[in-house]
T-cell receptor
């Protein structure tokens, strides 16, 4: 069965510092990988996804994630965070032919301090 | 284009009652999936509907049910409410529900069971 583990429940960081949010998954079949972000009192928004091809994927607001098949990881990084990046981040996987079913990690609360 | 709309935003019910939540997907989207979000269990997949048919189901008891109408709007019903059903219920839509697709989430319905 699929599972997703986000290794840190909370990550406090100062503004302009780099950050890495860690995600590991387990699955017996090929998966697609996603990072979603949830701002307070809002639904989730897609940040980026890995489907195939280049293992490094980027979002429009400076986040990037690297798919590592051998380590079954999909860690999210940003070289310099802003106060506005404060939110909860969810790593998720979907299996081929499973439609809109996503398996989510427990989430990582990123808190950016001035 | 309007986003995913969930109504009501907040609900308070008592144990034993039943509740119906509504979700209107983005215009043109035919797949609707539902998720339960709690602090303890995180985000868990409930079910997915596509063209009025349930295509996928999570690991929830039969008290949780749903349906989708011909205009792609979806409802979720929980019968015989228990305290543990208190959660944020999120609806997400996508064009065809493919496992590669981006899901668009609503802001959720916050259900409190007293």
């Amino acid at each position: 069965a699929q599972s997703v583990t986000q290794l840190d429940s909370q990550v406090p960081v100062f503004e302009e510092a780099p950050v890495e949010l860690r995600c590991n998954y387990s699955s017996s079949v090929s998966v697609y990988l996603f990072w979603y972000v949830q701002y307070p009192n809002q639904g989730l928004q897609l940040l980026l996804k890995y489907l195939s091809g280049s293992t490094l994927v980027e979002s429009i607001n400076g986040f990037e994630a690297e798919f590592n098949k051998s380590q079954t990881s999909f860690h999210l990084r940003k070289p310099s965070v802003h106060i506005s990046d404060t939110a909860e981040y969810f790593c998720a996987v979907s299996e081929k032919n499973q439609g809109g079913k996503l398996i989510f990690g427990q989430g990582t609360e990123l808190s950016v301090k001035p | 284009k309007a986003g995913v709309t969930q109504t009501p935003r907040y609900l308070i019910k008592t144990r034993g009652q039943q509740v119906t939540l509504s979700c209107s997907p983005i215009s043109g989207h035919r797949s609707v999936s539902w998720y339960q979000q709690t602090p303890g269990q995180g985000l868990q997949f409930l079910f997915e509907y596509f063209s009025e048919t349930q295509r996928n189901k999570g690991n929830f008891p039969g008290r949780f049910s749903g349906r989708q109408f011909s205009n792609s709007r979806s409802e979720m019903n929980v019968s015989t409410l228990e305290l543990g059903d208190s959660a944020l219920y999120l609806c997400a839509s996508s064009l065809a529900g493919g496992s590669k697709e981006k899901l668009f989430f609503g802001s959720g319905t916050q259900l409190s069971v007293l």
